[in-house]
C-alpha cells in the first residue's frame, strides 16, 4: 500500500500534536501540516488550576512547543490562528480560514486526521457575552481569568459545578484569597462518585470555607448590563464578582458531523481499533471520540489527557500508513483536593449497577503509614466486585499523594481480568517513611474474601 504523502491534522492540544510527529517519524518523506484556531499548540490544560493559583509560577511552562519549536523538533508544519470550516470526504479537501485577515484556502489531503477535542459545557442562562463569567479550558481562558481578577476588583467568585475543575479552581482561588461558593445541580461534589467519598470531599471543602450549595435546580442569575453580580437560590442572594462555568465538556464535532461522520451515544466521533473514522481516509482521537470501556465493552466519554496521548499516536501512525492498534480502556483518573487526593480506576458502584452487574462492595478506613510515623494520615478505600465471577470490577480511594498508585494497580489488576482473591495474594511492602505495614487493599479483599 502506498503511504500518504500529505497528512493533515486538526487540532493542537494534547492528541494533535502527538498524531502529528507520529505522522512524521512513520513517514518522514510526507508532508505533514497541523492547523490550530486558538494561539497556542501543545498546552497542559490539566496543571492550568496550578498556574492560576501560581504554584506553576508562569502559563509558558505548560506551552510545550510554539509553532516554530514543532516545525524544527519535529519536522511538522504548523498554522495557528487557522480554523478548518469544512471537510469534503468525497473529494478529499478541507476549507481554512486564516483568523488574521479571513483568507481563505483549499487543502487537500491523503490523510486526515480529527484532534478538535472539547468544548466546555456552559450554563443556558449563561449563553451570551458577559465581562465576568469565564471557563478555565486553555491556556486562552486562563489569561482571561488573570487579566480580569488583576484588573477589577475581585472579593467573591461563584463557581458552577462541583467535579474536578470546579473544586481544583476552587482551591485555587483560595489560596489567591477570594470567598468561595460553589453550585452544583447535584447534592453533593463530585456526584460521579462514591457517596461516601463525596460526603468526605463536601467536609473537606467545608474545612477550607468554602461553601458548597448542592441540589440547585434552577438557579436566578442577577444581572447588571455586561456582568452576573450574584444569583438567587430559594428566597437567598449570593454576591459575586465573578464566575467560573465549570459543568464538564462535550466533544467538539460540528465539523465532524457537518461531514457525516459517524458519532456515538456522546457525541463523540465513533472510531475503529485503529482509530479510524467511519470515512477510511479520516481519523481521530483526543475528547472528541468515544473510547470503549474494558469492563463494560459499551462506548463510553472519558475525556482525560493520557488517553488523547495514547489514541493520538496511534491516529497519527496509522494516518502515515502504519498497523497501529488501540485497546479498550479502564476508566482510572485522580484529582487533589486541598489536602486531599481522589483517585478511581474502573467502576464505582453506581456505574457497576447502571451496567447491570450482580456486584459486591467493601470499604475500609486505613492509615497510609504506620501510625507512629509523623505523616500518617487516613485513607478511605471502596472496592467493587462482581459476585459471580470474583473480578475486580473498580476501586476508589481518599487519602493523601499514595492513592493515585493505588487506582494505577486496580487498573493493572482489572485489565487482568483479575479477582479480589488475586489481589489478596500480592505481596505488598512496607517502610516506615512511605508504606503501610498492612496495605488498605489487602484489608479491602480480604474483606471481600470474608475474611
Known amino acids: 500500500m502506498l503511504k500518504p504523502n500529505k497528512i493533515i491534522v486538526v487540532g493542537g492540544n494534547a492528541a494533535g500534536p502527538a498524531a502529528a510527529a507520529k505522522a512524521k517519524r512513520v513517514n518522514p518523506e510526507a508532508e505533514v501540516i497541523l492547523y490550530e484556531a486558538g494561539n497556542f499548540i501543545s498546552t497542559g490544560t490539566c496543571e492550568l488550576p496550578y498556574v ?88 486562552g481562558d486562563y489569561l482571561k481569568i488573570k487579566n480580569y481578577i488583576d484588573t477589577a476588583t475581585v472579593k467573591n467568585i461563584l463557581i458552577i459545578g462541583g467535579s474536578y475543575i470546579g473544586l481544583e479552581s476552587a482551591e485555587a482561588f483560595k489560596k489567591l484569597g477570594f470567598n468561595l461558593t460553589i453550585i452544583d445541580l447535584a447534592g453533593l461534589p463530585i456526584p460521579n462518585a462514591e457517596e461516601e467519598i463525596s460526603n468526605l470531599v463536601l467536609k473537606g471543602l467545608q474545612k477550607n470555607n468554602v461553601r458548597f450549595v448542592g441540589g440547585v435546580a434552577s438557579p436566578q442569575f442577577i444581572k447588571n448590563g ?17 464566575v467560573l462555568v465549570s459543568m464538564g465538556v462535550v466533544p467538539n464535532n460540528s465539523l465532524a458531523v457537518s461531514a457525516k461522520l459517524e458519532t456515538g451515544k456522546f457525541g463523540g466521533l465513533r472510531i475503529d481499533k485503529k482509530c479510524r473514522t467511519s470515512n477510511q481516509f479520516i481519523f481521530a482521537a483526543g475528547d472528541n471520540v468515544e473510547l470503549q470501556n474494558r ?76 501510625g ?43 485489565l487482568k481480568d ?4 488475586d489481589l489478596a495474594k500480592v505481596n505488598y511492602n512496607y517502610t516506615p517513611p512511605n508504606a503501610p505495614f498492612v496495605n488498605i487493599l489487602s484489608i479491602l479483599s480480604r474483606k471481600a474474601k470474608g475474611d
Open 52 to 139: 492560576l493559583a501560581g504554584e506553576i509560577e508562569d502559563y509558558r511552562n505548560v506551552v510545550f512547543f510554539d509553532d516554530k519549536s514543532f516545525y524544527e523538533k519535529k519536522g511538522v508544519k504548523v498554522f495557528l490562528r487557522h480554523t478548518v470550516t469544512e471537510i469534503n470526504p468525497k473529494e478529499k479537501f478541507i476549507r481554512v480560514v486564516n483568523l488574521d485577515d479571513n483568507s481563505e484556502e483549499i487543502v487537500d489531503y491523503d490523510s486526515l486526521v480529527l484532534t478538535t477535542g472539547s468544548k466546555a459545557r456552559m450554563h443556558p442562562a449563561l449563553t451570551g457575552t458577559f465581562e465576568n463569567v469565564f471557563t478555565l479550558k486553555s491556556v
Open 226 to 242: 455586561k456582568k452576573i453580580t450574584g444569583v438567587k437560590i430559594g428566597s437567598e442572594i449570593i454576591e459575586t464578582d465573578m
Open 295 to 370: 469492563i463494560t465493552g459499551k462506548y463510553d466519554y472519558i475525556p482525560l489527557a493520557t488517553y488523547a496521548h495514547e489514541y493520538g499516536h496511534t491516529a497519527g501512525a496509522n494516518a502515515a500508513g502504519a498497523n497501529y492498534f488501540v485497546e479498550p480502556v479502564v476508566r482510572n483518573s485522580a484529582v487533589k483536593l486541598f489536602d486531599d487526593v481522589y483517585a478511581s480506576a474502573g467502576l464505582t458502584a453506581k456505574e457497576a449497577e447502571r451496567f447491570g452487574f450482580n456486584f459486591g462492595a467493601v470499604s475500609t478506613v486505613a492509615n497510609n503509614l504506620i
Open 372 to 414: 507512629v510515623m509523623p505523616a500518617s494520615r487516613k485513607i478511605f478505600g471502596k472496592l467493587i466486585f462482581e459476585k459471580g465471577s470474583r473480578k475486580i470490577l473498580g476501586a476508589s480511594f481518599l487519602g493523601g499523594a499514595e492513592v493515585p498508585g493505588l487506582a494505577d494497580l486496580i487498573s493493572a489488576m482489572i
Open 418 to 421: 483479575a479477582t479480589v482473591e
